[in-house]
């Protein structure tokens, strides 16, 4: 992990813990939003930030990320808790800036906005987290197995703009959604290896290591900000259904592309290594004979990529969200279950249940929402929320899904935030 990454993450991990929010997949407010009058103008800013891990825990991560001492008792507690061969290490930054504009008719909205997204996943066998951090004496004689083993970075950006139509059937009211995005590719990093074994002799006499590798990259000239290094579009779509009572919504978000351009980078290799060492007939002279060039040629081959530059395309991550709304005692309490799920990603399907308590407030709502969920990038994780609604111009929402893991670092993982904003004009 580069310098200037780790001083990234630390600001964006400060400045989420400072606002006391918590992770979440991102909702952004291009859809139907129950909080604030969408017969006016308003914006809506929404930003998020996540760590989270199915196996590991928040005192291995953070010992790991601040280069603190991994004694061998708080690395043979992580290894024990590691699954054979599904492991996920997953990170996300996103932030996304709303227009809603009214139409003539008041059943019709317009919406305008811009998106950022940064994403990092890891998934990793118990095997390589051995070789890692214990080495490879513990697999004398014994085939050490890296298998299925990935690596995703993915940072690009989205201008986007739909619209909203709203029609009344009776008591209920129903709202579909449509929109189209442009996306921006920044850069990528992909790196698979489906299979690879690493055999290592008792008396250390050769290592045999087999491997299938590729690799694909943008353009590594320009990875900031903004940079050009491809294109795509994509589509949202979603449905709402709503009545004094119950609310549900259907939201298929980001089904589409990115293009990216002909500096790409393409690596694969499959290869199989033996080695025995390097024998030495003069310590003094070491560029003897003994290490020829054709020596050293066939080491680079064996290692080195077969490299190409071409362009290609990828899915970027499209997520499918489904929740229902269930309010009693008059609105003053509602209880809500979600189910969301991010394809072509290393995100599992995660369930989440919230239980809200309303309280009005003059012309406000203040509302006080523990929840529950599992999936996701993580395992189990607990939180509790708070938001304000003032008379519907006004609306705030924080939040943390991660008291478990502040209160209980050393058995569970999570850690991040979520805030959102939407302001009448």
């Known amino acids: 992990m580069s310098a ?3 001083i990234f993450l630390k600001i964006c991990m400060v400045t989420v813990f400072l606002t006391t929010a918590c992770v979440l997949p991102g909702y952004t407010q291009l859809f139907y939003n129950v909080n604030i009058d969408d017969t006016k103008y308003y914006l809506s800013l929404n930003s998020e930030l996540g760590v989270n891990s199915n196996t590991l825990t928040n005192n291995f991560i953070g010992t790991f990320y601040k280069g603190g001492f991994l004694d061998h008792s708080l690395k043979s507690k992580a290894l024990d808790r590691l ?4 492991n996920i290490l997953g990170y996300s930054f996103n932030t996304d800036l709303y227009l809603n504009i009214p139409g003539k008719n008041n059943n019709i909205n317009y919406y305008a906005g811009f998106e950022n997204r940064n994403l990092l996943e890891l998934r990793f066998n118990k095997d390589l987290f051995h070789l890692v951090f214990f080495g490879n004496a513990d697999f004398t004689n014994e085939f050490l197995i ?17 619209i909203n139509k709203s029609w009344r059937k009776g008591e209920s009211t129903h709202v579909l959604t449509a929109g189209l995005g442009y996306n921006n590719g920044q850069n990528i990093l992909n790196y698979k290896l489906p299979y690879g074994s690493i055999y290592t002799q008792g008396e250390a006499e050769f290592i045999n290591v087999q491997a299938e590798i590729a690799m694909k990259r943008s353009d590594t000239v320009n990875q900031k900000f903004g940079a050009e290094n491809g294109w795509g579009f994509s589509a949202d779509v979603a449905y709402t259904f709503s009545d004094e009572n119950n609310v549900f919504h259907c939201r298929f978000e980001d089904l589409g592309f990115i293009r990216w351009k002909k500096y790409s980078q393409s690596y694969y290799k499959d290869t199989i290594i033996f080695f025995d060492g390097i024998e030495l007939s003069n310590l003094t002279h070491i560029s003897s004979e003994t290490i020829s060039v054709e020596g050293a040629d066939s080491i ?33 309490l509602s209880l809500s279950l979600n189910f969301s799920h991010y394809f072509f990603s290393q ?22 929402f523990p929840s529950a969920e599992t999936g996701g990038y993580g395992r189990f994780n607990f939180g509790l929320g708070l938001s304000a609604m003032v008379n519907k111009k006004f609306y705030i929402e924080i939040q943390t899904s991660y008291l478990n893991s502040y209160l209980l670092p050393q058995k569970s993982a999570g850690a991040g935030g979520v805030i959102s904003i939407i302001k009448t004009l």
Not at 83 to 86: G, I
Not at 150 to 162: E, H, R, S, T, V
Not at 353 to 364: D, L, R, W
């Open 4 to 6: 200037r990454f780790k």
């Open 83 to 86: 699954n054979t061969y599904y």
């Open 146 to 162: 890296l298998k299925n083993l990935q690596l995703n970075i993915l940072n690009f950006q989205q201008i986007k703009a739909g």
């Open 300 to 332: 680079v081959n064996a290692f080195a990529f077969s490299k190409k530059y071409a362009a290609f395309s990828q899915m970027i991550p499209m997520n499918l969200n489904l929740g229902y709304t269930r309010y009693l005692c008059k609105r003053r």
């Open 347 to 368: 995100y599992r399907p995660r369930l989440r249940f919230v239980t809200s308590v309303h309280i009005p407030v003059k012309n406000s709502v203040i509302s006080i």
